[in-house]
């Protein structure tokens, strides 16, 4: 995960690249240094736009109904959801990008009328 806070445009931009073998926790740490960057700019008390992208490819999550398709949900999975939840996020690739699967996404705190 790299991530840039673009002062001018106010807006933090993040690229995440999670391959398909690695393990849920490495996962589980990309979520947690992507809460890090949202937490060191809101220290700042600035407000700051949002755009994530990258391929997560995450098969167990539920796109439509904002929820882990897992019994019982993972918790690198369930981090993300509330990762999302806290900071508003918005997820607005809509369309299956590998196979059935929406693999790679993006996230933005801006409603796609704003964009």
């Given at each position: ?75 690198a ?12 996020l ?26």
């Amino acid at each position: 995960m790299v991530a840039v806070y673009v002062e001018s445009l106010h807006t933090i931009f993040a690229v995440v690249y999670r391959p398909p073998d690695s393990p849920d926790s490495d996962f589980g740490g990309c979520v947690d240094g992507l809460r890090e960057v949202m937490d060191d700019r809101s220290k700042d008390d600035r407000h700051s736009d949002v755009c994530v992208v990258g391929d997560f490819n995450v098969l167990v999550f539920n796109w439509e109904e904002s929820a882990v398709s897992t019994n019982p949900p993972n918790g690198a999975y369930q981090r993300l959801m509330t990762f999302l939840e806290v900071n508003f996020l918005t997820q607005v690739v809509k369309e299956p990008t590998r196979g059935p699967n929406i693999l790679d996404l993006i996230l933005t705190s801006k409603s796609q009328r704003e964009s």
